[in-house]
């Protein structure tokens, strides 16, 4: 069974930083890309930042320059280092693992984590 726990959300005021990890378990040969979305009440689910196993990241316009995503693949582990943080980061982030193979001959598949909660008060 694998598992993806985030953990780092809470309140801050604009212009603070927040941390944020997400640690993925269970048996695990691989996964290609990780990454970090949020979704805001009444909004779609939207890409923050995203890394894949080679390092090559991609990162949603409006956090660009104050967000950056890392990665640990040796501990199946994504970080985001949110900056500068505004009112309207405010959501709940979820961490994702695409093409996460648990065996090698297995296809990859998409898993999701419960989610985080992150407000920045004005």
């Known amino acids: 069974q694998v598992q993806l726990v985030e953990s780092g959300g809470g309140l801050v005021q604009a212009g603070e930083s927040l941390r944020l990890s997400c640690a993925a378990s269970?048996?695990?040969?691989?996964?290609?890309?990780m990454g970090w979305y949020r979704q805001a009440p009444g909004s779609q689910r939207e890409l923050v930042a995203s890394?894949?196993?080679?390092?090559?990241?991609n990162y949603g316009e409006s956090v660009k320059g104050r967000f950056t995503i890392s990665r640990d693949n040796a501990k199946n582990t994504v970080y985001l280092q949110m900056n500068s943080l505004k009112a309207e980061d405010t959501g709940a982030y979820y961490c994702?693992?695409?093409?996460?193979?648990?065996?090698?001959?297995?296809?990859?598949?998409?898993?999701w984590g419960q989610g985080t909660q992150v407000t920045v008060s004005s």
């Open positions: 269970g048996r695990i040969y691989s996964i290609n890309v």
């Open positions: 994702a693992a695409h093409g996460l193979r648990r065996m090698s001959f297995e296809m990859g598949k998409d898993y």
């Open positions: 890394m894949s196993s080679g390092g090559t990241t």
